[in-house]
């Protein structure tokens, strides 16, 4: 009996409690999170400009959903070694490596013209 009672508390602590309030909800897109584990569909909640949660469930009202099925969704690529030096001085936007998910790049090796700045 005590065993079926604990079963019992397990299964509703572990029920959806009711929705928490979110600003952004991005669900149903793959999910590729930089683990190197296998992409898996899922949602990802925004809250404050900072992710709240990201996972196959979840219960939320958000302000603003966004439908990423047949999509991918990941944290940003980092460019350790950016030879897009001279594209991006001419533009800073770096749409080339935005548009394949870097959002960081890092150049100053060597002999590049980076850190593009007087030295203080």
Known sequence: MKKLLFAFVIFVLSCDNDPLNIDVLIKG?????????????????????????????????????????????SPGFINMLSWGYSTLMQDGRSLSDLKQGVTLEVFGEGTSPGPYGSVE
């Open 29 to 73: 897109g793959t999910i590729h999170d930089g683990s190197g584990m296998n992409g898996y569909v899922g949602n990802v909640a925004i809250k404050n400009d900072t992710i709240f949660y990201v996972g196959k469930k979840g219960n939320f009202i958000a302000n603003k959903t966004i439908d990423a099925s047949g999509k991918i969704v």
